[in-house]
């Protein structure tokens, strides 16, 4: 049972009718419906390993809620092709249901009237997983999000938060091996959403669980994620380590040390500036070419010199983001102004 | 695989309304007011004008009540569970039913399984006290009793699959208000809750005889007070039979196309 993700080339178009404004504007909207084609996504091909999690990030309207119904079987491709544990899941619905658990955000699986604890029985039946497991699985999610504090309330009663974690527990109930979240961490407080990072770590690395996920949260794709996938306009800007996005976009860091010797030489290294030197005190920033990441920096400067201070100042995620769908936006609209066919591959 | 536990969806709504018993106590009250007033007023009518349309006082409370009984099986408002297909199209949570293992006209068919049965232990409660009060008649003979029992499986069948249509109409439209409004005016109306349907004039009735809705519940309360004589239930029973499969092909057709729609559209 591998739980990989392999996603080739995959496109989705839709078609929607354009409503004109105004009375007129509807009548005629009515008469001679004006069809548009949107490209939500555009030959986006990447890979999860098993047991690896990767945050899908893009600005709004890129497409990652397009991408992942895809995955999860509930939309078809226009082109390409996706396996999900070796199922193509748009053509093997049931198949690829038992392999998967999703949360969509906002929108609840459990049943409204019923308490929580009869929702999971419930799952537990349509998904036929003995009692005992059931129940040793109920106990584990338990200890990690807190659940039996409020399992007997009805869902209609929870708060957001607690409706959430319930919704994580419910979609892991049956073991998938391959786990989608579309912004699962959305209007929780900072002591719930810590609790729910510390729960999807747990799964990953303890379960061995594939973890597909998209969010507007930084702070978790720094806690969570080693790789991340990029994407705008539905096109697939990046893929790789956070490192290298941060080398990429956000080369603002510094690294500030104090020397021990006043008469030691200072020089740049290599991939590092010197931006100031003054008596004891230097400060090293990024070279123009071939950056280091801030921690590699750090161990070269540590190492090239005796210092009794060092610190380091570094861009947080949230900045290196905006650059990065700065600069994603610049590049989708130089492919809109490419004809298609001479389009340039990557970034 | 084949679902060997997953029927036990089916217990969402005796749960559901276990869960909340103030809903129980409402339902309760409704349907004792309801008997009442239906009983009072064919009582009272029939006081005015002896017998009419060939059906005497007794047979006309007897059907009034049973017909009020009856449609208790299943309510056309499911809303408080929000779990209908029209909620779930509307919040989007749609897409769950086809993220599970249980196909969606599954779940569907369990759901409303469940609340038959739930509405069945009220409708039996009510009958067995409005017998023992004197309300309603017995039927007539056990082979009456059979049959009537049989046509009310058939006409609950059937009633299910005009109400899956309403809901699978939300596939395509997100509001099927104003048609939910039409159906239960018109299931109440050509089905006989409101009145037995031989006091309509004949065009009525020869039209109502080309819908499904006379099926539901016209058919067994007719056979249970003796309006349809027993030599003619094998025809009505053949009718009701033949909605259901008519119906059940029509409703399958429409699932493949709301899957359709929905793994096109992205729910
Ligand atoms: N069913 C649909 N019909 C037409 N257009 C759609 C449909 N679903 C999505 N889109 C469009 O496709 C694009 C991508 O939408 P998608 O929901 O995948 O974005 P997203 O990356 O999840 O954004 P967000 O961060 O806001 O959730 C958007 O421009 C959206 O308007
Ligand atoms: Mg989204």
Redesign the pocket.
Known sequence: MSGSIEVRGLSRT?H?TVRRPGFAGALKSLVNPERVA?E?VVDVTFDVAPGELLALL??????????IKMLTGILTPTAGEARVAGVVPYEERERNARNIGAVFGQRTQLWWDLPVRESFAILRDIYEVPEREHRARLGEFDELLDLSSFWDTRVRHLSLGQRVRCDLAAALLHDPPVVFLD?PTIGMDVVVKEQVREFLRHQVEERGRTVLL?T?DMTEVERLAERVVLINH?RLVLDGSLDEIRRKFGSTWQVRATLADPHARVEPLPGIALLRHDGLKVVFGPAEADAPTVHQALKAVIERYEVTDIAIDEADLEDVMRAAYVQAEAVSRAHAEVPSGARAEGV | MAAVHAWRAARVTPLGELHTPPRMTAALLRLTVQVVLVASLWNGLYAQTGTTAGLDRDQAVTYAVLAVLASRLRELDQYAGRDTVLQHMHFGTIVYWYLRPLAPQRYYALRALGEQLYGLAWALAGYAVCLAVGVVRPPESAAVAGVFALSMLLGQWVLYYVMLVIDQLCFWTLRNGAAMLILIFAQNLLSGVYAPLWFFPDWFITLSGFLPFQATLSVPLSLYVGRIPLSEAGAQLAVQAAWVVVLALFTRLLWRRAARRVIS??G
């Open positions: 839709f929607t949107k939500a893009g600005p709004n309207g890129a497409g990652k809620s397009t991408t912004e998209t507007h539905g | 559209q992205g």
